[in-house]
């Protein structure tokens, strides 16, 4: 167990409708990170939140986008969802952008 | 997209034995480190290796790192039916702490 929890678990969507997934940090971490994995593929950088500002994106479009709170924990948002969003959405919390990334267990979602 | 490569995609061993997989990548790194994947599920950290590093042992695992051929090896001693999983390799670049990674290698432990 890594102290990084997310939710929800699993989650069904249609295409075209958008979607909100929660992450907590691990307690004292302020950095939060946010992967992509394709099945059968390695996770994807979708970026990262820093002391509740982006610092860093990987190539998304613009209708993922997130939030950092000021306790640590995160939001991903993706908007105008496609069947491609399809994947496994990963967390990952550090005590600093250079840090040693701890992941959650992750949100399976579907798009139909 | 990923930029380095896990070979093999896919290995089979038994119980007792070892697992070597390798890792390639394109860019200059900060570090690289490995992590276990079970069944889709959450990752979970191995080992990092910072770029200055050539060689780091935890437990039953050794990773080598050589900068110079962009590339690393993840040596797993006496297997278990438990390390069962993917393994990755991630490289840390740039000035956020994005990791990028592989495609993984699959392993698969029998008794």
């Known amino acids: 167990e890594t102290g990084v929890t997310q939710s929800p678990t699993h989650l069904i969507k249609t295409r075209g409708q958008q979607v909100t997934l929660r992450c907590s940090s691990q307690s004292g971490h302020n950095t939060v990170s946010w992967y992509q994995q394709a099945l059968g593929q390695g996770p994807q950088f979708i970026f990262q939140?820093?002391?509740?500002?982006?610092?860093g994106r990987g190539n998304f479009p613009p209708r993922f986008s997130g939030l950092q709170f000021p306790n640590y924990s995160s939001e991903l948002n993706v908007n105008a969802l496609e069947l491609d969003d399809s994947a496994l959405y990963l967390c990952?919390?550090?005590?600093?952008?250079?840090?040693?990334?701890?992941f959650g267990p992750g949100t399976r979602l579907t798009v139909t | 997209s990923q930029q380095g490569e896990e070979d093999p995609q896919a290995l089979s061993i038994q119980e007792g034995e070892n697992a070597t997989m390798n890792c390639s990548y394109k860019t200059s790194i900060n570090n690289l480190q490995w992590y276990r994947q079970n069944s889709g599920r959450g990752l979970v950290h191995l080992i990092l290796i910072r770029s200055n590093e050539r060689e780091k042992h935890s437990g039953r695992l050794r990773v080598t790192l050589d900068t110079s051929k962009k590339s690393s090896s993840l040596l797993i001693t006496a297997s278990r039916a438990a390390d069962t999983a993917s393994y990755f390799c991630a490289q840390n670049t740039g000035t956020a702490s994005k990791l990028t990674f592989g495609t993984g290698t699959r392993l698969q432990v029998t008794l």
């Open positions: 990952a919390s550090s005590l600093s952008p250079h840090g040693e990334q701890y």
């Open positions: 939140y820093y002391r509740e500002e982006e610092n």
